[in-house]
């Protein structure tokens, strides 16, 4: 792994680990746990919710994806 790359993942988890990326997933996950069946009034508003879920899931797992990649990145580095 060259240090450009190293640097960008060290980037990403002095980020995941700061207290405002904790506060930052936190009220994500709020969002998404007060979405509610019974409170979806129509279709239009049923593909709202999906895309807006969708949207805030990728952002949670955000973190892991970044975690993944890394860690397939040293595995091909000590494979080398």
Known sequence: MTREEQEYYEHYFDMFSSAGW?????????????????????????????GERSALYRV??????ITTAYELNQEEADVA
């Open 22 to 50: 904790k506060q930052f997933t936190s009220e994500i996950e709020d969002i998404v746990a007060i979405h509610s069946i019974e409170d979806i009034k129509d279709e239009k508003h049923l593909n709202f919710i999906k």
């Open 60 to 65: 949670l797992r955000f973190a892991d994806g």
